[in-house]
Every structure is written in structure tokens, then in C-alpha cells.
């Protein structure tokens, strides 16, 4: 899930909408290659609503580099849970910043660079997280709850051994968020094509899961395929501003899905102060939009979130709640790991990136060496590289579930108008990101160059001529 970004090319619009740039009072203009916009209709329909003003988003990462132009009215201090030195202001990612990436997805001004965050008046808690092993997540889940935090996003998460892993403590970190009435989003995972593995935290119960859905309407091919994702959000050809500055247009993962879902969150919020983060979920999965074979589904659940639905807040208060229905379900079981209907008990390493637990039990003087099959749930703690573990967005794999009929190639699908909207029926019980090219970030979303972890440039085409910009 972190993953990432380089270069896309055509623009974006919800069906039956022929969409240029869009300027935006007192700055640049939204970039075509931000296709979602159009999909979303967020300049039409949503921010003359909301955008995202009084809520902040925790965003447990890299850290976030806050002396950005675009940023630096954003950010927050937040804490670097690895040794507490610094406040997260600095993004540490050893490539160009995919904290700081998925910051700019939720928030980012664009005043600067022409690069806007879905919910440019919300604010971000950055969350400097070293890995992902249950102390430091569910440190994370608590320290964003009591900073603030109104939605918590994980953009990243280790592969586990058994359907649903998640550790005690992290169980019980959820369950406080869940009493202070904070929504947790994290991805779905990226190796849906291969090991297709569980991934912790977006397994565990209360955590809203996202898959990625590609532009042409289709689950991007590595997102994960696992029960536990409930709804879905754009996650191929998005891009984000990198900690350099440099703003890279496409690139391909979970991470992005679930920072978006997280903005979506956080535009309800602002919309909607006083309401619950029970029903802020509640809201985005009874009313997305299904792709793909009809009905809910492994790679993008119930379907990919319409922020312009959700806003309109006229589903049941009875409407089914998948996320926290598993949440209330879920039993702790202390010291000795599992959480409840959760499958196999999970470790509690609490140290290292590798996590395992492979320490001896004596029972009658006997010592028995207990070995989680795959090393557990924490052998593994991806933070989505480029390839193998972090579902390297360039390799290929069969995909079984036909995505929705699209109405003209190269068409972005819509997530706006209102159809259907029946509730759901009741449900059943990394990171990576190149460094921009030699020089200056350039301001304008020129396409960097390639690199060894990057996408190769998206083809260029014939101009579709229902993508042509309005009239003046």
C-alpha cells in the first residue's frame, strides 16, 4: 500500500460530462490528470458543500514534509512513534515520500503546485510510524484519537497467515476509537494477484478496508481479494506530491484508495459535525457504487464510494454496518493473542518489522518451539515495495470478475449520480515512490522521467473527443 506515483495522461469526467480544468478561487487549476475529481463531480457537487474544514486526518506513514507550499498550511504537529524525536513534520522515507504523497491526496492546498487534496480545508496529524507491529499501530490508533484525529488513515500493512489476524491490543485500540467516535481507513493490500494474504490493519474488525479500481471502471488487478474489503476508491493512475515538491500524475496501489476514502470521510464530517464515525461508514458503503459482478465482491466490496451520494445522507439508520458489526463481534482475548471471530491468534511481537512469534513455551519442564505457519502475521511488514510483497504494479496476473461495461473507452467511470441506493444486504461473518528527476520540482505536472521503480509512461493516444474541454 505504499505505492505510488509518476504520470498519466488524459483528464477525467463523470459520465456524460465533458470536463476542462476547473479553476479554483485563488489558485491553480485542478489538474486534469486528476481524474477522480471528475468522477466524483467534487468541484460541481462536493466542495460547494464541504471541504473538509475542521477535521483532521491522522496519516500514520512516513511522515509528512510540512515546508511544502502546499502543505505547510495543512500539517499539524504530530510524533515520531520510532524513538519520539522530531513531531512528523519531516517526511523519512528513504525515496521520495509516500507520507507525504498520501497527505497531499487528502489535503494538499494546490495553491502551489496545481495538485489538490480532495478535502484542501481539512487538516493532517502526521504519524511517523517505523513499522507496523502492534504496539507501534495500536500507539498510532491512540495517539490520533487523542490528538484530534477525527479519521485515522493507514496507507500501508503486513501480510498475515489466516483470514481476519489482528492482534489484542490493536482490537482494543480500535474499540477506543471507536468509543471517541473516530473512523479508521487503511488499504486493502496489493498481492491480490499472488500470496493474497490477509493484510493487518486492514483485516482487523472496525477498520473501513479499500481496494483500488483503475480509471477504465475495473479493480486494479493487485488489490487485494479477501472478504474483509468492504468498499473501494481510485487507486491506479492517481498521483501525489512527493517530499521533494515534485508532483508525479500516476502510479498505482491500496495506499492511494484508502487515502481518498479517508478524505471522503473527512468531507462528511465537515459536513456533518455532530454525526458519528459509525455512521460516516455506515454511509460510505450503503451508498458507493457497484463495479464489477453485481453484488458485493472481494476486490472492491460493496462497491467504489460516492462522495456525492454519502453527502446527501438519506440512508436508513438501520441500514446494515459490516465494519462495525464485526467490531461489536470481536472478543479480546489478552495475552494470548486472537481476537475473538477473528481466525488464528496473532502474534505479539511488538518490536520489529518482521514481527513472528517463535518463542519457547514450556509445558511439564517440556519446551515446545510454536512456529505460526508462514512465521505469523508480522514475518512479513510490507510497506508496499515495488515488487513481490508490495504488488509491483507492472506485473500481470488474471483477474476473474469482469468489471462494469463502460460507455466509451478511456471514459473515467462516474461515482457521482444517485442509483439504486438500496441498503446492502446483511454481510456474513509497503511503500514506493522514485525520486523525481535531476533539477527543480516542476510546477506544472510535467511527467517525470523513468526510473527504476517507476511505471513506464502511460501510451499516448488520439484524443478522445468526449473528453474535449467546454466551450468558454
Known amino acids: 500500500m505504499r505505492r505510488l506515483i509518476q504520470t498519466a495522461t488524459a483528464a477525467a469526467a463523470a459520465a456524460g460530462l465533458a470536463l476542462g480544468p476547473v479553476t479554483v ?3 491553480a487549476p485542478v489538474s486534469p490528470d486528476q481524474w477522480w475529481f471528475g468522477s466524483w463531480a467534487i468541484q460541481k457537487d462536493v466542495w460547494p458543500q464541504t471541504k473538509g474544514g475542521g477535521v483532521t486526518v491522522a496519516v500514520v506513514d512516513t511522515g509528512v514534509n510540512a515546508s511544502l507550499p502546499d502543505m505547510k498550511p495543512a500539517v499539524l504537529p504530530g510524533v515520531n512513534l ?18 507525504t504523497a498520501m497527505a497531499s491526496l487528502i489535503a494538499s492546498r494546490g495553491t502551489s503546485s496545481g495538485f489538490y487534496g480532495i478535502a484542501p480545508e481539512a487538516k493532517i496529524l502526521p504519524i511517523y510510524a517505523p513499522n507496523v507491529s502492534p504496539t507501534t499501530v ?84 493487485h488489490t487485494q481479494r479477501q472478504d474483509y474489503v ?37 468531507l462528511i ?56 458489526a464485526r467490531l461489536d463481534k470481536a472478543v479480546v482475548k489478552g495475552s494470548t493473542g486472537g481476537g475473538g471471530n477473528q481466525g488464528a491468534p496473532a502474534t505479539k511481537n511488538d518490536s520489529s518489522d518482521s514481527g513472528g512469534s517463535n518463542g519457547p513455551l514450556i509445558i511439564g519442564g517440556i519446551v515446545v518451539v510454536v512456529v505460526l505457519v508462514g512465521a505469523g502475521l508480522f514475518i512479513v511488514m510490507r510497506r508496499r515495495k515495488s515488487s513481490g510483497a ?28 444517485h ?31 523513468s526510473g527504476p521503480n517507476m511505471a513506464p509512461p502511460a501510451p499516448q493516444g488520439p484524443p478522445n473527443p468526449n473528453l474535449a474541454p467546454p466551450p468558454e
Not at 520510532?82 to 507520507?99: A, Y
Not at 466509451?408 to 457521482?416: D, E, K
Request: charged residues 15%; proline residues 11%; glycine residues 18%.
Open 419 to 449: 442509483t439504486g441506493g438500496q441498503p446492502l444486504p446483511p454481510q456474513g461473518g509497503g511503500q514506493q515512490f522514485q525520486g523525481p528527476p535531476q533539477g527543480q520540482p516542476n510546477p506544472n505536472l510535467a511527467p517525470p522521467q
Open 269 to 324: 464530517r465537515s459536513k456533518y459535525p455532530q454525526m458519528k464515525a459509525r455512521r460516516v461508514v455506515q454511509l460510505l458503503t450503503n451508498t458507493a457504487k457497484d463495479f464489477g459482478k453485481p453484488g458485493k465482491d472481494d476486490e472492491l466490496g460493496y462497491g467504489v464510494i460516492s462522495i456525492p451520494r454519502a453527502l446527501k445522507n438519506d440512508v436508513p439508520q438501520n441500514a446494515p454496518n459490516p465494519v462495525y
Open 390 to 417: 508490495g504488488g509491483g504494479p507492472y506485473a500481470s496476473g488474471p483477474f476473474p470478475n469482469g468489471p462494469q461495461p463502460m460507455g466509451q473507452p478511456g471514459t473515467p467511470p462516474s461515482f457521482g449520480g
Open 138 to 221: 495500536s500507539k498510532a490508533i491512540r495517539y490520533g484519537v487523542d490528538h484530534g484525529a477525527k479519521v485515522i488513515n493507514f496507507s500501508e500493512g503486513a501480510s498475515g497467515s489466516g483470514q481476519y489476524n489482528c492482534p489484542d491490543d490493536v482490537i482494543q485500540a480500535l474499540k477506543y476509537a471507536d468509543t471517541k467516535n473516530v473512523v479508521v481507513v487503511a488499504s486493502a493490500g496489493n498481492e491480490g494477484d499472488f500470496a493474497n494474504s490477509p493484510d493487518y490493519p486492514g483485516s482487523c474488525p472496525g477498520v473501513l478496508a479499500v481496494g483500488a479500481l483503475t480509471r477504465q471502471g475495473q479493480p486494479w488487478e
Open 230 to 266: 468492504t468498499v473501494s476508491a481510485p487507486g491506479a493512475d492517481v498521483g501525489g506530491i512527493g517530499k521533494s515538491g515534485h508532483v508525479y500524475t500516476t502510479g498505482a496501489g491500496t495506499s492511494q484508495a484508502s487515502a481518498l476514502t479517508s478524505g471522503a470521510a473527512a
Open 82 to 99: 520510532q524513538d519520539g524525536s522530531g513531531d512528523g513534520r519531516q517526511d523519512l522515507d528513504k525515496n521520495e515520500g509516500h507520507g
Open 25 to 27: 478561487a485563488n489558485a
